[in-house]
Nanobody
Framework: QVRLVESGGGSVEAGGSLRLSCAAS????????MAWFRQAPGKEREGVAI???????SVADALKGRFTISKDKAKNTLYLQMNSLKPEDTAMYYC??????????????????????WGQGTQVTVSS
């Protein structure tokens, strides 16, 4: 059974940093893609960053320069380093994993029904 567990969320002041982690278990498919999504109250879920099994990564254009995605293959853990946080970054952050096509459908086309595996989310709150 695939399980994704996010951690690292919390409350910080604007300008601060957080590092989110997503520990994956129940599968050993190194080719799986993993991604971060976020959803603020009253807003649609959006893709934050994605990491593919071939090592390629991408961060949403609006977040480049502040957010960095990385993956530790040995630990099967995905990370999201968030710097210079702003109040508008306040949201529930979710991790998802699946094959590249399914995850890309969610990340690019907002087909959030496509990934089969989601974490429970971790809350990030940024105060001004």
């Amino acid at each position: 059974q695939v399980r994704l567990v996010e951690s690292g969320g919390g409350s910080v002041e604007a300008g601060g940093s957080l590092r989110l982690s997503c520990a994956a278990s129940g599968y050993t498919y190194s080719y799986y893609s993993m991604a971060w999504f976020r959803q603020a109250p009253g807003k649609e879920r959006e893709g934050v960053a994605i990491a593919h099994g071939d090592g390629s990564t991408s961060v949403a254009d609006a977040l480049k320069g502040r957010f960095t995605i990385s993956k530790d293959k040995a630990k099967n853990t995905l990370y999201l380093q968030m710097n210079s946080l702003k109040p508008e970054d306040t949201a529930m952050y979710y991790c998802a994993a699946d094959d590249k096509l399914r995850l890309r459908d969610a990340y690019v086309s907002r087909r959030y029904d496509r990934p089969r595996y989601w974490g429970q989310g971790t809350q990030v709150t940024v105060s001004s």
